[in-house]
């Protein structure tokens, strides 16, 4: 089945910095790619996603890049605020109708 | 508006006694999962539901059961619960298509005393 490597594990950064987070994923036929924001007693979120056919996304400071020959992708936040501060997953899904298998996910903290 | 919702949001159960999380959704979704988070870890997945086909997870222990009486409501049954069991209980939808994005609910903070 799928396997799914998220670093790193915790990340702290200054407010205006940028943050990155790096996944890798085991199984060739995966073919869309979500990040979720999880806040503290909360459930996760989706933030943006990529498939398979597209090599980047961008969404305001957030973007997305797949390298799917390497089977990795990453999240990055640029000009990052307080309020990015949470733990973030990166998933990986194999076809439709199919669970998304998680990362380990990493604890983002932003400090002003 | 809330669109998978999940109660209770916070649930305390005796050791052994059986206790039952609820799902529901407005979505209209034929896909529902349920996930087992523990603290600081991934969201891990106990088993599914594509329409009424039920998928469990290889891992799944038995004490964990599910029922999706309809398309809008879904179950989670621990039989016995231990203390192990404690975690949060995620719910999620998604819609048959390609690639499309699971949408979860708050979960359900299960505390085993």
């Known amino acids: 089945g799928e396997n799914v490597e998220q670093h790193p594990s915790t990340l702290s950064v200054q407010e205006g910095d940028s943050a990155v987070i790096k996944c890798t994923y085991s199984?060739?036929?995966?073919?869309?790619f979500p990040w979720y924001k999880q806040e503290l007693g909360k459930g996760p979120q989706l933030i943006i996603d990529i498939r398979s056919n597209v090599g980047e996304k961008k969404d305001q400071r957030i973007a997305v890049t797949l390298n799917k020959t390497a089977k990795h992708f990453s999240l990055h936040i640029t000009e990052t605020q307080p309020e990015d501060s949470a733990v973030y997953f990166c998933a990986a899904r194999v076809m439709a109708g199919t669970a998304p298998i998680f990362g380990k996910g990493t604890t983002l903290s932003v400090s002003s | 508006d809330a669109m998978v919702i999940q109660n209770p949001r916070y649930q305390v159960t005796q050791f052994g006694k059986p206790v039952t999380l609820s799902c529901s959704q407005t979505l209209n979704h034929n896909v529902m999962y349920w996930y087992q988070q523990k603290s600081s870890q991934a969201p891990k997945l106990l088993f599914h539901y594509y329409d009424k086909d039920f998928n469990n997870e290889a891992d799944t222990p038995d004490n964990f059961q599910s029922r999706r009486p309809n398309t809008s409501f879904c179950f989670l049954d621990i039989r016995s619960p231990g203390l192990g069991d404690a975690a949060m209980y995620l719910c999620a939808t998604s819609r048959e298509g390609t690639n499309t994005e699971a949408f979860f609910g708050q979960g359900t903070r299960l505390t085993v005393v």
């Open positions: 199984d060739s036929a995966s073919n869309y």
